[in-house]
C-alpha cells in the first residue's frame, strides 16, 4: 500500500526504527522508535489540548516553577537516549516513551506561546498555565496518552501507527510555522486562529517540512551505505 510505504519513508527520515526499541500496539509496529513517538506524538496531543484550554491568546511563558519541570521534562529524554547510547546502562521502550511524552509536550508547551504572540495582532500577556490545575489537566492528558499506547489492542495499534506519522508531520510543520512568523511580514497580523493570514507561512512551512524530511532521509540512507 503506497501510503503505508510513505509513511515507512517517513519514519526513516526521523528515527533509527530499531525493532527492538519500537512499540508494537496490537502487533503494529509503529513507524518510529518508542522515544520518537513519545516526542511526536506529545508533541501533537500537546498542540490539542493548548489550543483548545487557552482561548484568550496567551502569549507569555509559564510560570517559573512550571518553567522547571517542562526543562526537567525535556533533560529526561536527552538524560535517557545518552544513558542508552554512550553507557552499558540498560533502559527499556516504557521508559523510553514516557520520557519521549515528556520531552514533546515540553517543546510545545514552550513554543505554543511564542506562536500566540507572533501570530496574533492582539495576543495577550497572560502566562500559560498561570492556575496550576491546567497544569494538572494537561499531565493527566498525558498520561492517558502514554497509557493507551501501551495497551495491546489492534484497533488502537492502528490508530496510532497514522497519529505517529501525522505527528511527525505536524512536528515539522508547527516549528517551522513559527520560524516563519518571526519575519515582520508575517507576524502579528490575525485576530483569529484560523484566518488568511495562516495560509502564506503555512504553505512555506509545508514546503520546508518537505524539504528537511528528503535532506534527513537522504543523509540517513547515505549514513547507512557506508557504515
Known sequence: MFLNEFI??????????????????GGIYMPTCARCSGIY??????AIVLF?????????LPPLYIMIFLILFILSTIIDGALSYF????????LRLVTGVLCGSAIMAIIYPIFNFEYYKDSGEEKIFKRPLKF??????LAITTLLLLLDNKVLGVIFYYLDFFSVIFTF??????????IP??????????SVYLIAPSLIALAMTALELFISYRLNVF???IG
Open 223 to 225: 549514513l547507512e551505505n
Open 41 to 46: 506524538i506529545g508533541f501533537f496531543i500537546s
Open 8 to 25: 515507512e519513508l517517513i519514519g526513516t527520515s526521523v528515527c533509527h526504527q530499531l525493532p527492538t526499541r519500537t512499540l508494537m500496539p
Open 52 to 60: 483548545l484550554m487557552f482561548r484568550k491568546k496567551e502569549s507569555s
Open 185 to 194: 511580514v508575517f507576524s502579528k497580523k490575525s485576530v483569529k486562529l484560523f
Open 173 to 182: 510543520y508547527f516549528i517551522n510555522t513559527v520560524l516563519i512568523m518571526l
Open 87 to 94: 553507557t552499558a546502562v540498560s533502559t527499556n521502550n516504557i
Open 136 to 141: 494538572v489537566v494537561f499531565l493527566v492528558v
